[in-house]
């Protein structure tokens, strides 16, 4: 199955009855591009948003900025994340920079709440206003000022789509994917630029994360280093109770990374493969559901981390006196690959 | 043009480019039940949700309740809103049932953080937690708990399908929307049963709200209070900011009634017709959008009405910089009406 099918579907039930669908492209690729599966709009540009974490810590790596600065996994797991803001990768990302010698003020991320509640309300009862620090991708833009530093290009700016900073990384990203030159770039929730790919472009970045044996070896190096990171840390990739954390958790042979508006990409080493998908209407809820059906399809999960994500893969819905009144499901027709 | 066609769409854009699509299906009906515009799937059952609310109202009026416990408007308003859980919408439903002699603690709807954040941070501040009367739904219960006194049944199980306050507001839902039996309810986020209706039925429902003639003396002036109240106190129908209020605050002279999962319902007295829209993926950011294309291409509104409201017609996006990133609007390809 090769291209542009039908996209797949899931659906949230109210009760057994479809109260909504969300359809679903993806594609699965190998290192040298070719497509394994495909369903939907395949080659149409969409925005990975921060499913490509994972890809632009890579420079960091390849640079030697994270060895002249000693990053631990730790960091290079929160240079890949969109984090929680708990107080784990709070702490981390200003260690990070307190080790580097650069201020938290110098973050371009802009602050918004900790994604995980409990730690938002407790910043609130604490009268104290989120910081940039607290924003999901602040692992990212220490990295990027890392690098920044390790260049020796001013700081500031390090998010603009000109600097060394971001022209290193865009170039990175194009490699990894197989794209000659980038179209013009849109702006991401954090202020870098937010390049377009499709989701053909996307799998075969993660499956060259995968399986980097074809790249240079300092790619090869940075790919076996950035899945290793995000393996041994999967809290600090995402946080408590969260997808990407609780799949890294169960199943540590699979590295995945969620991007805003329905966005999901995995690379599988075992495989040699890359999976990227998306919610056409941008419905976060769906794409764990439509990630987890894939893995399960792509036979890339063990039993018992099939059952300790049953939870993800059809998440129950409860309303507000707790009642269970319906559940998020793969809709029928999702093909066995 | 009378149905199924392909469905209209509202985009996410970032930059220039689609991010996200929703796909939309609407009805237009008059209060004869003949549709007068439609596009998508307009036949299959929807869960029309809060959308409801106003005819989920109309048996508290037309039972003698309201007259006999003396609501006033602002009470219809709170029975027929999703309100913000703001201090007017909460001290409005505890004086009500004050007045009527029915303890809190009888509200079935189960609690949630208000829905204005402002609100919701405030009580997080005070260290109190949410209870049912900031339930965005604890005015329509206000109202059930109310009939149930009327019709002197228990108000315990007050919000179960089987008791006589559920079924008379069935009843009346059904005979508004032509639809001789209801399908099997599935349960609401507030814990009453969520019927199904087709887009054509819940049109054809808010057409004989807007235009009442055909229907029963005591039907007909249940209507007109309901509208009435409905647009003396749009503040109480939604909340600070929500489009519900700026809606109806700029168009006095349209009914508009969002639901969750994507749904908006109006009624249009000056044409004598009802609307119904279903975002197709539940998401709630189309729903207004494509409601004001509705409006605006049925010239339903005056153009300080269509200027007031840009802002929620083609919202603006913003990233956590505060930089505009995009916009919601609706896609190419709307029909004119």
């Not at 990768?89 to 580097?100: D, I, K, M, P, Y």
């Not at 790919?197 to 399986?211: G, K, Q, V």
């Not at 300790?308 to 129950?316: Q, S, T």
């Amino acid at each position: 199955m090769l291209a542009d099918l039908a996209p797949v579907g899931v659906v949230v039930l109210r009760g057994e009855r479809v109260e909504s669908w969300h359809r679903v492209s993806y594609a699965v690729a190998d290192a040298g591009g070719r497509l394994q599966h495909a369903s939907g709009a395949t080659r149409r540009p969409v925005f990975p948003r921060s499913a490509v974490k994972p890809l632009q810590a890579l420079a960091l790596l390849e640079s030697g900025a994270a060895r002249r600065f000693g990053l631990a996994r730790a960091e290079l797991a929160l240079a890949c994340a969109s984090h929680g803001g708990e107080a784990m990768h709070v702490a981390g990302v200003r260690r990070w920079l307190g080790r580097v010698g650069i201020a938290p003020v110098a973050l371009a991320c802009g602050a918004h709440p900790p994604l995980h509640a409990p730690s938002a309300e407790r910043l609130l009862a604490a009268g104290r206003p989120p910081e940039p620090v607290h924003n999901n991708c602040s692992g990212k833009h220490a990295g990027m000022l890392t690098l920044a530093r390790h260049l020796s290009t001013p700081l500031a700016g390090y998010e603009q789509a000109d600097h060394p900073v971001q022209r290193l990384v865009a170039q990175t990203l194009a490699e990894m994917a197989g794209v000659a030159v980038l179209p013009e770039p849109a702006i991401d929730g954090c202020g870098i630029p937010a390049f377009p790919l499709s989701l053909a472009e996307l799998a075969t970045a993660l499956a060259r994360l995968a399986d980097p044996q074809g790249l240079s070896p300092a790619r090869r190096a940075a790919c076996d280093e950035v899945r290793a990171a995000m393996s041994a840390h999967p809290e600090l990739v995402a946080g408590s109770g969260r997808p990407c954390t609780r799949i890294m958790t169960a199943a540590p042979e699979v590295v995945v990374k969620t991007g805003a508006e329905g966005v999901y990409a995995a690379a599988l080493p075992e495989h040699g493969l890359g999976l990227a998908l998306k919610v056409e209407d941008g419905g976060g809820r769906a794409a764990p559901v439509a990630l987890l059906a894939l893995l399960e399809a792509l036979g890339a999960l063990r039993a018992e981390a099939r059952a300790a994500l049953a939870e993800i893969a059809r998440p129950d819905l409860r309303n507000h006196a707790r009642q269970i009144v319906g559940r998020i499901a793969p809709a029928p027709g999702w093909p066995a690959l």
